[in-house]
């Protein structure tokens, strides 16, 4: 096979790039259950296809055998045909990032596509920003549970070994510790994700207000006054109540409230709580469990906590669009903090107490 010059070998891999966008994007769409969604990502489909022409173009005869795009396109296109979540189009998002970055360096590439990359970067993110707002209250539960097992359990036992205890003291505290810590979450997450949604239920426009809206007195009422306490000002409250007025024959339905659904249920959130601490408050206790003892033991439960904190925050950052790496070794370096803190008091009391 003759060796490509570097336009050449360029233009393949771009090629092959729009390639498997419009491919990530047909499979999201296949995944999902909502009408709108499922036309948009077919949308950002078609486009990516028409810049995949436009490379086909260029290379007329030079095109060759259709060539594998980048390796994390790949891996994407592999997610999305299995999963579809909002961890999928967050890693989509930052690949029309990415990709926005590269059509704006490539000179073979026109004014219109890098406006259409920058654009489809937004879309996406508008629709991860959607399944972000399902997660938020279950996932916020989650990755919180998750990360206060790991690190307040790794406290605890390197506290109680600071203070030179046996190893089955190390163990039978640690469990405690689980369970208490399991239990505590699960209780307090409930409690405050059912407080939540009652003080947005309180705050939610009474429906039945709705039916006296056409004997309110024309010239004088006060419904302008409902939506200027809502924050709109004077004359957009005025303007508002006026069409309501005109219209009330009408009867409009409601608006739903969805402000429920970001925060999530009680259960759900005490459940997954209760679950995620659990298990992230096991991992320290699992050298000990196996029958290693002293230095080893804490040794191997630092490095296995490390883990479960890189993981982690690695998993915020790409929910959220950032880098997971810079996310997972922050979450790292706050965990290392408060075990190393813990550990340094356990020692003193330790020392002082024996």
Not at 153 to 174: E, Q, R
Not at 206 to 211: G, I, N, V
Not at 235 to 249: C, K, P, R, T
Not at 278 to 306: C, D, K, Q, R, W
Request: aromatic share 4%; with cysteine; charged share 20%.
């Amino acid at each position: 096979m003759p060796d490509l010059d570097a336009t050449t070998r360029r233009r393949r891999k771009r090629l092959a790039d729009e390639c498997a966008e419009a491919r990530v994007y047909r499979d999201l769409a296949s995944r999902r259950s909502s009408e709108d969604e499922r036309e948009i990502l077919l949308g950002l489909a078609e486009a990516e296809e028409r810049h995949a022409a436009h490379w086909q173009a260029l290379l007329g005869d030079e095109a060759g055998p259709a060539a594998r795009g980048d390796v994390r396109l790949r891996l994407l296109a592999l997610l999305a045909r299995h999963f579809g979540s909002v961890f999928v189009l967050a890693l989509a998002q930052r690949a029309e990032g990415r990709a926005s970055q590269d059509a704006a360096a490539d000179v073979d590439t026109t004014p219109a596509m890098v406006a259409d990359e920058r654009v489809h970067a937004e879309v996406v993110r508008g629709l991860a920003a959607r399944g972000r707002e399902q997660a938020s209250g279950t996932f916020r539960a989650a990755v919180f549970g998750a990360n206060d097992g790991l690190v307040s359990n790794l406290a605890l036992v390197l506290g109680v070994s600071g203070g030179g205890v046996g190893a089955s003291t190390v163990l039978l505290t640690g469990l405690a510790g689980l369970l208490s810590g399991a239990l505590s979450m699960g209780a307090g997450e409930y409690i405050s994700v059912r407080s939540q949604r009652e003080l947005l239920a309180a705050s939610a426009p009474d429906p039945a207000s709705r039916r006296v809206v056409p004997d309110l007195d024309i010239e004088a009422n006060e419904l302008a006054l409902v939506y200027r306490a809502r924050g709109m000002s004077t004359e957009d409250a005025q303007h508002q109540a006026e069409a309501v007025l005109l219209g009330a024959d009408a009867r409009p339905e409601p608006v739903p409230d969805t402000r429920h659904e970001v925060v999530g249920t009680g259960v759900g959130a005490a459940v997954s709580s209760f679950a995620f601490f659990a298990s992230g408050a096991a991992i320290p206790v699992l050298p000990f469990l196996v029958g290693l003892e002293g230095p080893p033991a804490l040794v191997a439960a630092m490095v296995l906590v490390g883990l479960g904190l890189l993981l982690t925050g690695a998993t915020v950052g790409v929910l959220s669009g950032g880098p997971p790496l810079r996310r997972g070794l922050r979450q790292l370096a706050i965990g290392a903090g408060a075990a190393t803190l813990t550990y340094l008091l356990g020692t003193l009391v330790g020392g002082i107490v024996g």
